[in-house]
């Protein structure tokens, strides 16, 4: 790949590596792999590295050229000698450190809505420092768990904080992401050929939400007792529904046992699932680059392209600035309260509601009353899921650069319909 950017980006043509001769393991000769003067001949080193035959047993096996003549074909005297000492063990990632100093982000009017991606990551990575410090004091057990959060909450210095932060930035990052989803969306950015870009995308999103799911229940309140009781009650009705609930559950009722499940998929089966998502999903934001919308190239609405390191990134860390000033507003004005203690045998609050964003599906259940209702309802949002993460290969006119209206008007029914139903529910409960 690094070599393909590499040549893609001077436009030079790959070189054939030579055929080995029988039992030659060693590079070639000092001079051929010589590179010229740095700035020069750069790309040409790869190239002549590429040249050599690096394996004894031939059948394309790749070995590092241990013996290689120099072993930093990039040296740059600008380097300083802490600099070189990597360059030297990490050379191979040149070329790829290379393409990323060259990258660059098309600017027009729409430019703003590539903010939210970066956003997101932002708020993860909150979630991540201030999950770790929480699990510092939090005690992952029914009889522990609400005496723990209100320990942190009185009596760890800043506990108060973390624990606020922490549940904010959980709804922000879910929120930036619905924003950055709809927003590459409707500039097509999942056509062709970004479609895993979407796909990946989408698996985060899920991911995110199940991180919310999870969440919820383990300060072990009243409200998230019951909440989590009537969510995972839902899934019972579809085919092999029951056997989930069965794992999520970890019994019959949400349970002690519940908890210990929420908890291990919450700080340990997500995180990590997560992270290998999103690593897939940057590294395609890296090596496809960012897109622009559909005929801005060609109508000239491209006012013109920004290096993405630094400037993009510099624009990126201000709208983090803004994101954690909102964060840390929102986590000292509306503290999230902690509420009362889960048991089992008291009866179930009035206005059991989910989190905001399962809002529309739970008002979807809630509207399908008449028998086999919620059957329906589980079918067409598993449908609807299903059709939102192949747009990018039902989209064809946009795959080909043309505009496409209909999925455009799909994206509205979509939206229509999450915002729509998301407000009822707020008309009904509150917040
Ligand atoms: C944890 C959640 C996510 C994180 C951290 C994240 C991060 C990012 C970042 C940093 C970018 C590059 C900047 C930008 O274009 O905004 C990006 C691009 C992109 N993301 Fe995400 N993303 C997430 C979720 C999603 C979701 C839910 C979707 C859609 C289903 C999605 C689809 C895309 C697409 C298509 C691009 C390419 C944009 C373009 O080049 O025009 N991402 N993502």
Redesign the pocket.
Known sequence: MAENNQNAATGNTPVKPKPAAPGAAKPAAPGAAKPAAPAAAKPAAPVAAKAQPSTSTGGGVYKPPVDRPDPNPYKDSRLSPLGSWFQERFYVMMPVIDYLKKKEVPQHRLSF??????L??FF?IIQIVTGLLLLQYYKPTAAEAFASFVFIQQEVPFGWLIRQVHAWSANL?VMM?FI??FS??F?K??RKP?EL??V???V??V??LGFGFTGYLLPWNELAFFATQVGTEVPKVAPGGAFLVGILRGGEEVGPETLTRMFSLHVVLLPGL?MLV?SA??LL?QV????APIGYKESGMIKGYEKFFPTFLAKDAIGWIIGFGLLVYLAVVFPWEIGVKAEALTAAPVGIKPEWYFWAQFQLLKDLTFEGGELVAIALLTVGAIVWILVPFIDRQASSEQKSPLFTIFGLLVLAFLLINTYRVYAEYGW
């Open positions: 809505w590539y903010y939210f991606g970066g997101t990551l993860f990052m992401a950055h989803m590459t969306f500039m950015s999942y970004r870009m979407w990946s995308g989408f985060l999103l991911l995110s997560l999103l999903h940057l934001v496809l680059g960012t897109s």
